[in-house]
């Protein structure tokens, strides 16, 4: 059950961030993208930071999705090293706005030579969990972050969370380590309180790396999260993190993790069908 916990967590976080300690594991600081030490060109007052974060919004296209019915993600996955050792994942997310979104994972364990499957739904009123043909108990707080997941806002990101007065603002600079970014640092507002940085390219206004820490999640503690976004793919007008890769580190779990984007689809008018518990 605490497996099936850590790949929820893994999943929500898909396009917010993903987990890293950046006082991690000896292998994990030889696989971490190689950064100089930053310098610290300035700092920026909050009225620009804010102006930056509308740039960043409109280059990232956030209002295509205002224009989207639905939206399906096929991604694939590989872990060299989690809990269980090395990982192969295929995921398939479908969302059908406003609020409907349904999270088919098929694992393959290597080491173990085992297969899985996870089907995770929030309806547009109530979420449920199928594994290997079973219904699982989903608690108050899964249901929480599946709703949340399920809404459009997710898909904008923590900017746009700041944008809309749900994040706090906290301080901002413009820094120098293997490229310029402006860093945007921010709180949410939750009761389970998360930080943000997110480090915004100076040239293309798209997010570059995100990172995430918050003492409590989902039953953990010590939750850090650190994503590179190394490439996007323009779907529709909305600029959608193609490849990315992540080092985690939630409460006693260690894991490394590349995501590809295979393919997206718009407006494929799927049916409220699909996110109907199997229990219908």
Known sequence: MKYIKFLIISILILFIGCLHNPNGTDQEKKNLPKQNPPKIIRKIERKEALEIVEKSLKAKGVDALDRFKDLTIFCYREIPKSPDGPKKINLTIFYKFPNKVRIDTEVFIVAKDKKFSVIETYDGASAWIYENNSFKKVSEIKEKELKGMASISFLKGSLYLLS?????????????????????????????????????????????????????????????????????????????????????????????????????????????????????
Do not use: C
Not at 257 to 263: D, S
């Open 164 to 280: 809309a007065g749900k994040y706090e603002f906290v301080e901002a600079r413009e820094e120098k380590n293997d490229k310029e970014y402006y860093v945007i640092k921010m709180s949410s507002k939750e009761e389970e309180k998360k930080d943000f940085n997110i480090y915004i390219d100076v040239n293309s206004y798209l997010p570059a790396i995100e990172e995430m820490t918050a003492p409590k999640l989902m039953g953990f503690t010590e939750v850090k999260v650190k994503t590179f976004i190394e490439s996007y793919v323009n779907v529709e007008g909305f600029m959608l993190p193609a490849k990315t890769r992540r080092f985690s580190s939630i409460g006693p779990f260690k894991e490394e993790m590349e995501t590809i984007v295979k393919k997206a689809e718009v407006n494929k008018n799927l049916t409220d069908f699909i996110f109907q518990s199997p229990k219908h």
